[in-house]
C-alpha cells in the first residue's frame, strides 16, 4: 500500500539520481506534402496536414482515417512524436489508416477541431472510410497503449457502440461499466460517464486494478471539469487506500496534484507532484512539473524540499541531454529560489539558447537579477 508516503514530503535526493540510466466529406490530398513551418516532425510518417475540413477523406476512400489534434505548445504531444510515431513499433497499425495531422494554431486546422469540437490535444478521432466517426482517444498515451485501442476499434472492439449492446446483455458486469464508462469520458460525455462510473470503480474487485484507476482518474476529472476538484480528490484518495501501487501509476498522481490545486490545497498538489516524480523517475515532465511546483511553494515547504526539487530538475535536465529548455529553466527558478543567483544565471541563459523565441526566459532571468541584487 501507499498510504503511508501519500502526503509526504521527504523522498531522498539520492533515489532520483540512483535511478538514472547513464477527421466527414471526402476530398483530396497528397501524404508527401511538405510540412508547415514549425511543425512537428513527421517522425517517418505520411502526414497530411491541416486539409481543410471537406478535404479529410482520401479520394476513393478504402482505409480508415486518423486525425490527429495537437498544437507547438502541447509538451505530450512532443512527448509522442518522440515515444510512439517515431518507435518503428507502431509502422504496420499507422499504415492502415490515412493520417491526417491538424495543428490548432492553423486556421485550417482549427476549423476541423472546432467541427470535432476537441477540447483538448493531443486527440485522435477514428474515422471509417465513409466518414463517420468510429472512436476518439483524448490525451497522452503510451505507444502500447494508443496501439492496443487503436487495433481494437478498427476491429469493432471496445467501441461506445459495442460495449453498449454487451453491458445490455450483461448489466452488472463491473468491467463492462467501467470500459463502456471511459468511452463516454472520451466522447464528452460526462453525464453518461458519471453515471457507469461513479459506483463502478468501488465495487470492482474482479476488475484489473489499472482499469479500476483509469476510471477513478476519470471520474475525478469529470468532477475538475465541472467546478467540483474537490469530489476528485475525494475519489482519488479513496483509490490511494484501497489500493496498491500498481493501480495508482504517475498519471493517477498528477490527477490528484490537478485536483488538490484547485481546491486550494497547494502543498497538497506539490505532495502529490512528488510522488509522481519519484514513482517514475524517468519522466523528464513529471520531475520538471514537481520542481517547478516546488519552487513556487519554496517558502511554505523550506529548503529540504527545494533541494529535492533541485534533484528533480537536475535529473530532468540529464534526461533530455541539457537541450530541453523548461528542464534548464525548472532548474534555474529552484536555483533562484535557494538564492543560487549565479548558477541560476547559468542555467536560464541555457533555456534561452535552447528556445531563444520563448519569451518565458527572458522573464525569469529578469526575475533572476531582481532577487540578486535585492537579496530577495
Not at 265 to 289: C, H, K, Y
Request: hydrophobic share 45%.
Amino acid at each position: 500500500m501507499i498510504r503511508s508516503r501519500a502526503l509526504g514530503l521527504a523522498f531522498a535526493c539520492a533515489s532520483l539520481a540512483a535511478a538514472a540510466p547513464a477527421a466527414a466529406p471526402a476530398g483530396a490530398g497528397t501524404s508527401g506534402a511538405a510540412e508547415p513551418p514549425g511543425a512537428p516532425p513527421a517522425a517517418g510518417l505520411a502526414w497530411r496536414d491541416n486539409p481543410p475540413v471537406d478535404q479529410l477523406l482520401p479520394p476513393g476512400g478504402g482505409r480508415p482515417v486518423l486525425l490527429y489534434f495537437t498544437a507547438p505548445w502541447c509538451g505530450p504531444c512532443k512527448l509522442m512524436e518522440k515515444e510512439v510515431f517515431a518507435n518503428p513499433a507502431g509502422r504496420e497499425e499507422f499504415a492502415r489508416y490515412e493520417l491526417v495531422r491538424l495543428d490548432l494554431e492553423n486556421e485550417a486546422g482549427r476549423a476541423v477541431a472546432d467541427s470535432f469540437r476537441i477540447a483538448t490535444v493531443p486527440t485522435f478521432v477514428m474515422l471509417a472510410p465513409g466518414g463517420g466517426e468510429i472512436e476518439r482517444i483524448r490525451g497522452y498515451r503510451s505507444r502500447r497503449l494508443l496501439l492496443r485501442d487503436l487495433a481494437r476499434f478498427r476491429s469493432g472492439e471496445g467501441t461506445r457502440a459495442a460495449l453498449e449492446q454487451q453491458l445490455a446483455a450483461s448489466p452488472l458486469d463491473r468491467r463492462l461499466q467501467i470500459e463502456l464508462g471511459l468511452r463516454c469520458y472520451e466522447s464528452l460525455d460526462f453525464d453518461a460517464a458519471t453515471r457507469l462510473l461513479a459506483g463502478a470503480w468501488q465495487d470492482a474487485a474482479a476488475v484489473p486494478e489499472t482499469l479500476v484507476a483509469e476510471g477513478a482518474r476519470a471520474l475525478a476529472d469529470i468532477h475538475r471539469r465541472r467546478g467540483e476538484p474537490g469530489a476528485g480528490v475525494a475519489v482519488l484518495e479513496r483509490l490511494v487506500e484501497t489500493r496498491s501501487d500498481h493501480a495508482f501509476p504517475r498519471v493517477s498522481w498528477q490527477m490528484l496534484a490537478a485536483c488538490r490545486r484547485e481546491s486550494g490545497d497547494s502543498l497538497g498538489a506539490v505532495a502529490a507532484l512528488r510522488e509522481a516524480a519519484f514513482i517514475e523517475p524517468v519522466r523528464a515532465d513529471a520531475l520538471v512539473e514537481f520542481a517547478r511546483a516546488a519552487a513556487a511553494r519554496s517558502l511554505a515547504l523550506g529548503d529540504t524540499a527545494l533541494a529535492e526539487a533541485e534533484a528533480a530538475a537536475r535529473r530532468a535536465v540529464a534526461l533530455t541531454d541539457r537541450t530541453d529548455a523548461d528542464a534548464l529553466a525548472a532548474l534555474a527558478d529552484v536555483l533562484r529560489q535557494r538564492r543560487r543567483y549565479p548558477e541560476a544565471m547559468l542555467w536560464i541563459r541555457r533555456a534561452m539558447a535552447a528556445a531563444p523565441v520563448d519569451p518565458r526566459w527572458p522573464q525569469q532571468r529578469e526575475l533572476i537579477l531582481e532577487a540578486a541584487i535585492h537579496g530577495e
